[in-house]
């Protein structure tokens, strides 16, 4: 993934973060108050300005290509959505509070002016709060942007195929349009189009900024999941095991039988063949890896001979497992099994001696044959590649065969095939 696109998906998993901190303030409503107003306002442009940045990263040459137009067109329109939002807050706070005595016009001063970079031209954060008719056309000049922007957001979701079918987006676009136009009706006025006031735009401000912290893996404690099969020095895939074999048995008079060994894992060590550990089917150098669903393959010696000792003469479940010889699961002779067809070794297999075989002759592999001598009669019968079975009980001569010489095959009519 190219760090282009990974600043795209940190905007914005940033801009959704910033939209929940919008929705933690919203949540347990939203009182029509001055203070409050000019908070959620400039949280509401803080939010659509986070979304603008992501929407603008998305249009960017190298990752517009693989950024989905759903995406892109989401980003937008929530751009557009918490502009208008914090526009129509703005007005809200203009029309419908008006200076009154006891009111402390300093703090609503400095709130005001702190709305904005800069007045419109004429007007000062004062003489604005004072002058009702000044509020109220700076207000209505914000209602006209915040429908502006609520048609763009409108705009946005009838142009994206998936956005059309989200319904339930379309109902919070809808309703809030309709507030806004609501809102501009409820205080239109014949002269509204004489007013050149244009609404300047609103500086956000957060009181909790998202930002990304970078873990710190050194402070989390992780567990490894691995530890529970044992020592790697042991347990590793280069060793092959039986599976866990239950031991039953009781220590008679104390008395266990063997002896232990070896340090994490343990393993049985010096076994009385008669003992009721041995005649449940323990074998020494078997290791041990539970005692009454205990987990023992990380304890010591000590530590198992104690967990032994504590049963006394109740019944004890070991449980272990068993060494398995790196060449034991090769067999002397690798069989090939097919429908209808007679059993087959293959030739490697057949150099190897059974071990049933007990001759005592030094393993000889038989010399393979030359490939002008495949098609002689005589050895038509035996393939390079699969030999028949020899029948059961039967004993048959070895008798040397000279072979034929690989130039004489030639006036023979089976060398051809």
Request: net charge neutral.
């Amino acid at each position: 993934m190219s760090p282009a696109m990974l600043s795209v998906l940190v905007k914005m998993m940033l801009a959704q973060a910033q939209e929940t901190v919008f929705e933690k303030i919203c949540l347990p409503g939203i009182q029509n108050e001055f203070f409050m107003l000019v908070k959620v306002a400039q949280e509401a442009a803080k939010v659509g300005e986070v979304y603008q940045q992501l929407h603008t990263a998305m249009s960017q040459a190298p990752v517009k290509e693989n950024i989905p137009y759903s995406w892109a067109s989401v980003a937008c329109v929530k751009a557009h959505h918490y502009g208008a939002l914090a526009h129509y807050f703005v007005a809200t706070l203009l029309i419908d509070h008006q200076l009154k005595p006891g009111t402390d016009e300093d703090h609503q001063e400095k709130c005001l002016s702190q709305l904005y970079d800069h007045m419109p031209e004429g007007l000062t954060p004062l003489a604005t709060l004072k002058n009702a008719n000044q509020r109220r056309q700076l207000g209505k000049s914000h209602l006209r942007k915040a429908i502006a922007h609520h048609e763009e957001s409108v705009r946005g979701v009838s142009l994206c195929k998936k956005l059309r079918n989200i319904e339930l987006l379309q109902e919070v676009l809808s309703v809030a349009h309709q507030r806004s136009r609501l809102k501009y009706t409820q205080h239109q006025e014949d002269d509204d189009l004489l007013n050149l006031i244009d609404a300047p735009d609103i500086i956000s401000k957060t009181e909790q900024e998202v930002e990304i912290i970078v873990p710190q893996f050194s402070k989390v404690t992780a567990t490894d999941f691995f530890q529970k099969l044992g020592p790697l020095s042991v347990f590793s895939a280069n060793k092959r095991w039986t599976p866990p074999r239950s031991i039953h048995f009781t220590a008679e008079e104390g008395d266990l039988g063997f002896t232990l060994r070896g340090n994490s894992p343990v393993q049985v060590h010096f076994l009385d063949p008669y003992c009721a550990a041995a005649l449940a089917g323990a074998k020494e150098g078997d290791y041990i890896v539970s005692i009454q669903n205990v987990d023992c393959k990380w304890l010591t010696v000590s530590e198992v001979m104690k967990l032994l000792k504590s049963f006394g003469e109740d019944d004890i479940e070991m449980k272990v497992v068993s060494l398995l010889d790196s060449t034991s699961s090769m067999h002397n002779k690798c069989a090939t099994y097919s429908v209808g067809m007679q059993k087959t070794y293959s030739m490697i297999c057949l150099a190897i001696d059974d071990d049933d075989d007990k001759t005592g002759k030094t393993k000889k592999i038989s010399k393979k044959l030359s490939f002008l001598s495949w098609g002689t009669n005589k050895n038509r019968q035996k393939s390079a590649s699969t030999l028949c079975l020899p029948s059961v009980g039967v004993v048959r001569p070895q008798v040397k065969k000279k072979l034929p010489s690989p130039f004489g095959l030639l006036n023979s009519d089976s060398s051809m095939y």
